[in-house]
């Protein structure tokens, strides 16, 4: 929920068939003010007129179901429960008379639950693609190591820690250094005005190390009347200041809600426990005399339009199994028709802290 991605559905589209996607640039270039003057007797004319500049990206789509095989994720499962089971049961398991649809049971916030964390992995995912333009500047994405080190191409390890250099992302220099450079290659905010970061909690764990920081995040929800909207807060003043509220919104009645996040130097912040684990190979002096494998706690920036997705049919749904053996079972899975792509790397940065 907090990447926003631009989403374009076309309910005619099946699995196979594309969807264009839509990715817009300014031109740049503004000049200076003497470039820009014009004489009386200059002729302006139209023969060198612009248009808006527009990248066209096509994704197929494709067929996404779920839940997974708990044995292997790559081979479908359903999701199957005894109607015994509903009869005998203190708790609404499932809604029988709207088994076709997400609503308000245990059965159907469990199956809704897998495809949002399926989802929110996918756009995660995309994401981390960036990763591959190569170290994040002021004129590109890319990833961006503590320290702004560079990895080591043909080396077997990635980069070199010596004595006193930490390998964690610190906030004072890492995190200024991230936002100046997505400033400076012009990363459009949301319109709130600011980025956005997905941490892992390992990483948010190094960033509350520092005092500044640890202040800012120590503040939980106010238990909020609406959740997304946090001015509704009993101390939204106290809280917001003279801007929104950071306070992180908590869960109402068990449900799933979109976060507040918090704000700090720009970025409003989004813990996440599903980003995928990884390893890097690098020295780190501090912690061990030669080159070993460190976990990788991730951090992702990003501004607004940077993933997109196409959707066909009648976008995610619950599809009912008719053989239910004489209607002693309720099978069901969802379904999904749909195509991911990044859409502007240059939009995001991937920072790591090494885990040591």
Known sequence: MAVEPVVVHDFSKQPGQ???LDRYRFWGKPGTKESRERTADQT????SARNIVKDKVLVTLREYTGPADSRDTTQPSTFKVARETLITAQRLLLDTGNLNVFHQSIGSLTLLDDYRRWRDRVFANELLKAEACGKSSSEQGGYYLPGGKEKAAGASDIAQ???GESAKFDVSTDLLEVVKDMRKRNVPTFADGYYRCIVDPTAMMHLRQNSDFREIARYPGQGMADP???LAGPSANFFQGMGPAYGQAGFVAG??????????EGVRWFESTNLPETQYNLTITDASSGAADYDAAQLIFFGPQAVGIGIGGNNAQILLNNNDDFSRFIIMIWSLFAGFETLNKDFITVGYSFVY
């Open 18 to 20: 594309t969807v264009q």
């Open 44 to 47: 302006l004319g139209s023969a």
């Open 161 to 163: 820690y010596t004595s």
């Open 228 to 230: 997304m909207n946090p």
């Open 255 to 264: 449900q799933p809600v979109m976060p507040t996040g918090f704000l700090f």
